[in-house]
């Protein structure tokens, strides 16, 4: 049975609040109603990243067997990725076989901001975006674009 209480994607698994996390790129990781996590990122810079200016609500989800278990995180906000499903299911190792309970909240968070700036799509959890993102990789990113403007309001 899992835990009945959820804990803020801004918090470590002992409860101590967590300032929002920066990364070099300029992104911020940063809690909405203690249940979701977003991620903004900064449009300041230029960047790569087809997902530049979205906002992307995540549920973090912590089983009762956390912290020996991985947390459950999937995307809410709708999104054209290989590694993430349509209903917002996330292919990332530490979410499975490479979870370490020495890992914390605030890791997961930056490996799922990494998988958004390095699209997998030799290791896809969506077989069709991961087979557009291979013939056709320029398309894909417009449509990741396009995705981004639409559901997570970007630029």
Same mark, same amino acid.
């Given at each position: 049975?899992?835990? /009945?209480?959820?804990?803020?994607?801004?918090?470590? $698994?002992?409860?101590?609040?967590?300032? =929002?996390?920066?990364?070099?790129?300029?992104?911020?990781?940063?809690?909405?109603?203690?249940? $979701?996590?977003?991620?903004?990122?900064?449009? $300041?810079?230029?960047?790569?990243?087809?997902?530049?200016?979205?906002?992307?609500?995540?549920?973090?989800? @912590?089983?009762?067997?956390?912290?020996?278990? =991985?947390?459950?995180?999937?995307? @809410?906000?709708?999104?054209?990725?290989? /590694?993430?499903?349509?209903?917002?299911?996330?292919?990332?190792?530490? @979410?499975?076989?490479?979870?370490?309970? !020495?890992?914390?909240?605030?890791?997961?968070?930056?490996?799922?901001?990494?998988?958004?700036?390095?699209? /997998?799509?030799?290791?896809?959890?969506?077989?069709?975006?991961?087979? $557009?993102?291979?013939?056709?990789?320029?398309? !894909?990113?417009?449509?990741?674009?396009?995705?981004?403007?639409?559901?997570?309001?970007?630029?």
């Amino acid at each position: 049975m899992a835990k /009945n209480t959820q804990q803020s994607p801004s918090t470590d $698994h002992q409860g101590d609040p967590a300032p =929002p996390q920066r990364t070099s790129s300029g992104d911020q990781c940063v809690s909405v109603g203690g249940e $979701h996590a977003v991620f903004r990122r900064d449009d $300041h810079r230029p960047s790569q990243s087809p997902y530049e200016g979205g906002v992307f609500k995540l549920e973090l989800f @912590l089983p009762e067997e956390y912290p020996m278990a =991985p947390p459950k995180v999937r995307f @809410l906000t709708k999104i054209y990725h290989p /590694n993430i499903d349509k209903l917002g299911r996330i292919c990332l190792d530490i @979410l499975k076989d490479k979870w370490s309970p !020495a890992l914390q909240i605030r890791t997961v968070l930056l490996s799922i901001q990494a998988l958004l700036s390095a699209p /997998n799509p030799d290791d896809p959890l969506s077989d069709n975006i991961a087979k $557009h993102w291979k013939a056709n990789e320029a398309e !894909a990113v417009e449509t990741a674009k396009e995705w981004t403007h639409l559901y997570a309001n970007g630029p």
